[in-house]
């Protein structure tokens, strides 16, 4: 059964900074690319960031390009996102999914989320 655990979220003020993790389970991690999505409140679904199986290739919405950064290690099933200068419409809750190829594309399973506020 694939289950994707996130983890990291929390209350941070304008400027800060978190680092999301997310674990993973019941698939070959290594072949698969990873993303992560958010959803405001009131709004959908937004991708925000995507890296590719080995990590070679990384991409970004233009809303996050320089402030965030995605990793993985495969060795720890894991993936991250480092987001700093956060905004406070970086306020979201934050999903990881797991990709159906090896590269950037669709996904298929999505963890619970973890809550991020941005606010002073």
Do not use: H
Not at 22 to 48: H, Y
Not at 96 to 119: E, I, L, M, P
């Amino acid at each position: 059964e694939v289950q994707l655990v996130e983890s990291g979220g929390g209350l941070v003020q304008p400027g800060g900074s978190l680092k999301l993790s997310c674990i993973a389970f019941g698939f070959t991690f290594d072949n698969a690319a990873m993303s992560w999505r958010r959803q405001a409140p009131g709004k959908g679904l937004e991708w925000v960031s995507t890296i590719n199986w080995n990590g070679g290739g990384t991409y970004y919405a233009e809303s996050v390009k320089g402030r965030f950064t995605i990793s993985r290690d495969n060795a720890k099933n894991t993936l991250y996102l480092q987001m700093n200068s956060l905004k406070s419409e970086d306020t979201a809750v934050y999903y990881c999914a797991k990709g159906t190829n090896r590269d950037f594309g669709t996904a298929d399973y999505w963890g619970q989320g973890t809550q991020v506020t941005v606010s002073s």
